[in-house]
C-alpha cells in the first residue's frame, strides 16, 4: 500500500518531528502500516527501513519498541482509538494508533494531563478500561490480551481460567534477554564468560543449565571473535533443555529427526563429547547445508546428515531399531513464539493446528521406527496447543503400546528437578510444557519415551 500525497501531507503538517525517535513521524506510520499488512516478520521491515534511514542505536531500539508494542497491544489499541461511528481513513487510524502507543510508552505519567485533547482522552480511558475485563467475557478478554477469540476460547474450554490467564499473560511479556549456549566441545562456560565480559556484554550462566548463557543487549552477538571460532550458538533456554532431556550417552548412536538448522544436533553432539554418531535429518537440503556449516564452526564431526522426502523412506531404512536415543522435534505452528512474534497469533487458525496435528502424528510415527528397544525417545514441539502436544503423545502411545511414557526428570539431579518444577507444567503422563518466559523466550512441550519390545 501507499500514501496518497495528502495523506503524507496531512500527517506531517499534523504530527510534526519526534526528536525522541529522530524520525518523522508520517515515516514511522508508513512502517507501522508495512509491519501491520505485510507477510514478511516485523523484523524484516524494521531491518529494510533502519537501512534506507540509519537511526542512532537508542532511536533504533526505541523504535522497535514501539513497534513491537503496537503488535503486542494491536487488538486493544485499535479498539481503544476506533468510535462505533468511526469514518476514518486506514491510516488515520493507524496515525492514531501510533500516537496513543508513543504515549503510553515514553510518557506513562502524563496519560491523562491532556485532558483539553478529547481524543487521546477517550483513547487513554478506553485503554485502561480493558484491563479490567475477565473470562468468561472472551471478546473483551481478547481485546485486553491481544488475541483471537477463538484461541481464548481454545485455553478456557481445555484448561480453565487461571490456565488461560497464565498462558495470556506469559505470551505478552516480552524479555530483553539472550540464550547462548556453550559449545563445551571447545570450551568452558567461564571462558566464554570472561570473553563476554571483555567485550562488556553483561552475562548471568543459568543456575539450571550450566552451559546457557544469559546475555543482555541486542549488539551484534553473531559478530564476536568467540562465536566466530565456534565456542557459543544463539540457542533458547527450552530448546537446550529438550537436549538435556534426552540425554544421550557418549558413544550412542542417535537419530535428530527433523533437525533443521541443527540447533539441537549441535548441542546433543556437546552432550556426547563429540563421539558416536548422530543421523540429522530433515526434508531441507538448505537447512541441513546450513547445519554443515554451523557443524564445521562448531567443530563438529560425529554428524551424517540426511536430506529425506515426507513420501520416500528408503534412507532411513537401515535405521530402523538401531538408535539408542531418537529426538523428533516436529514442525509446528510455532505458538510457542507467540512473545517474540506476537503477529503469529492472526495467521494461525484451528485448521492449521489439525493439519499440523495429522503430520506431526505422522512424522512421530516414522522417526520412532528407529528407536531400538530400551531405546529413548523425545518428541517435542514449540507448541502450546494440546492438539500438537499431549493429544499426540496421547494417540501414539494408543497405537504403540511397546513405548511407555517416561518422567522427564529421570536423570536430573535432585536439585534442578526442584527448580524446573517451578516453571514447567506437566500431565500425569510426565509431558510437560515449559511456559515460564522468566527463563526461556520460547514456549516449548516435551514427552519422554522408552521402547520395551
Known sequence: MKF???????????????????????????LLAKVLTSKRSPG???????????????????????????????????????????????????????????????????????????????????????????LPDFRKVSIRFNYPVWIVKYFFNRKG??????????????????????????????????????VRVESVISEILPDCIYIRGKGNILG???????????????????????????????VDYCCGAGGKTLSLSSIMKNTGLIYAIDVSSQRINQLKMRANRAGVTNLYPLVVSHSDNSKIEHLRRKAA?????????????????????????????????????????????????????????CSIFEDENNLVTDDFLKNNQDFSPVLWNIGVSVQNRKRLDTFLETDWRGGAILLDSSISKYGFYFQKFVRNV
Not at 496518497?4 to 508508513?30: A, F, Q
Not at 503496537?70 to 486506514?90: A, G, P, W
Not at 534426552?246 to 548412536?253: G, T
Open 325 to 381: 536415543f531418537v529426538l523428533v522435534d516436529v514442525p509446528c505452528t510455532g505458538s510457542g513464539t507467540f512473545i517474540q512474534y506476537p503477529h503469529l497469533k492472526w495467521r494461525i487458525t484451528q485448521k492449521i493446528v489439525a493439519d499440523y496435528t495429522r503430520l506431526q502424528r505422522s512424522i512421530l510415527e516414522k522417526a520412532s521406527e528407529c528407536c531400538k528397544k530400551g531405546g529413548i525417545l523425545v518428541y517435542s514441539t
Open 161 to 198: 481460567p487461571s490456565y488461560t490467564y497464565k498462558v495470556l499473560t506469559n505470551s505478552n511479556n516480552r524479555r530483553g534477554f539472550i540464550c547462548l549456549r556453550v559449545n563445551t566441545i571447545k570450551v568452558k562456560p567461564r571462558e566464554v564468560q570472561r570473553f563476554l565480559t571483555n
Open 44 to 134: 524484516d521491515e524494521m531491518n529494510d527501513f533502519f537501512k534506507s534511514r540509519r537511526p542512532g542505536k537508542n532511536q533504533r531500539q526505541a523504535i522497535a519498541d514501539l513497534i513491537f508494542f503496537v503488535l503486542n497491544n494491536k487488538k486493544r489499541l485499535f479498539c481503544s482509538v476506533m468510535d462505533r461511528d468511526n469514518h476514518k481513513s486506514f491510516y488515520d487510524v493507524i496515525a492514531d494508533v501510533l500516537f496513543l502507543a508513543k504515549r503510553i510508552c515514553f510518557f506513562p505519567d502524563k496519560l491523562f494531563l491532556d485532558k483539553h485533547d478529547l481524543k487521546i482522552s477517550k483513547a487513554l480511558e478506553r485503554f485502561e478500561l480493558f484491563e479490567t475485563s475477565a
Open 4 to 30: 496518497s500525497d495528502r495523506t503524507v501531507e496531512d500527517i506531517r503538517n499534523r504530527m510534526g518531528k519526534n526528536r525522541l525517535l529522530g524520525v518523522e513521524n508520517y515515516k514511522l506510520i508508513k
Open 224 to 254: 564476536l571473535e568467540a562465536y566466530e571460532k565456534g565456542f557459543f550458538e544463539i540457542q533458547d533456554f527450552g530448546s537446550q533443555l529438550i537436549t538435556k532431556v534426552l540425554n544421550p550417552k557418549p558413544y550412542a548412536i542417535v
